[in-house]
C-alpha cells in the first residue's frame, strides 16, 4: 500500500503516529516510500550486523552467515517467472519516487 495509495498511506501514518502535521507526514512517506523493497526482501547486511553483535556473547553465533537465516530464492523464483510486477512510489506531486525494477531474468 506504501508505494500504491499514497493518500490511504497517510491517512494510517497519522492514526498510527498520532500526527497531524500535513508537512510532517509527507516529509515521513517521501522517506520510507523508499526504503519499502518490492517484492519484500530480507536486508542482508542487517543480518550479518545483527550476527556479529550477538558473535561477541555467544560463540555458537559466530561465523554463522546470513544466508543460514534467511532464503530469498521463492521470491526469485516468483520475479524470474514473471508474478511479481513492483508498485511505483509517487511523491507530492505526482512524481515517481523509486523506479520499478525489472525482474530478474
Do not use: C, W
Not at 500526527?19 to 542482508?44: G, H, K, W
Not at 554463522?64 to 509517487?90: I, N
Request: hydrophobic share 35%.
Amino acid at each position: 500500500m506504501i508505494k500504491t495509495d499514497r493518500e490511504r498511506t497517510l491517512r494510517v501514518f497519522a492514526k498510527r503516529m498520532r500526527l497531524d502535521d500535513p508537512e510532517i507526514l509527507n516529509e515521513t512517506y517521501d522517506y520510507y516510500a523508499l526504503r519499502f523493497s518490492f517484492p519484500p526482501r530480507v536486508n542482508m547486511e542487517g543480518i550479518k550486523d545483527t550476527l556479529d553483535f550477538y558473535a561477541e556473547r555467544n560463540a555458537e553465533v559466530r561465523g554463522r552467515k546470513p544466508e543460514e537465516f534467511v532464503d530469498h530464492s521463492v521470491l526469485d523464483e516468483l520475479e524470474k517467472a514473471g508474478f511479481v510486477s513492483p508498485p511505483v512510489a509517487r511523491g507530492r506531486n505526482g512524481q515517481v519516487l523509486v523506479q520499478p525494477r525489472k525482474p530478474f531474468v
